[in-house]
């Protein structure tokens, strides 16, 4: 039976996208800080990818695209440091549980 079991997760990786989260804030102006150890079904869902190195790849190109930013803005400040924090997480994951819901 488990190698059933291994067979069965091995196949839903392959099905699986990858999520692009971002952890939960106190809104505000300015934001309230990141909350990081919220669990990850409370945090954002800013993007998708078929790959965890796309899902990592488009990290990097938030937090590059923000790095490049008026480092003088609060809000620019702020989303580099949102994606600076973020993760891409498998949807098959079941800490997301209640992401999909």
């Known amino acids: ?51 965890a190195a796309g899902c990592d790849e488009q990290r990097d190109n938030m937090v590059r695209m923000y790095s490049s930013g008026d480092m003088t803005s609060v809000t620019i400040q702020f989303k580099l440091w949102l994606y600076h924090n973020s993760v891409c997480v498998s949807s098959a994951d079941p800490r997301l549980r209640r992401l999909d819901k």
């Open 1 to 51: 039976m488990k190698s059933l079991d291994v067979r069965h997760a091995a196949a839903l990786a392959l099905l699986a996208a990858w999520y692009l989260l971002t952890p939960p804030f106190a809104p505000g102006d300015p934001p309230g800080p990141l909350k990081l150890n919220a669990p990850l079904s409370q945090w954002n869902q800013m993007d998708s990818s078929d790959t």
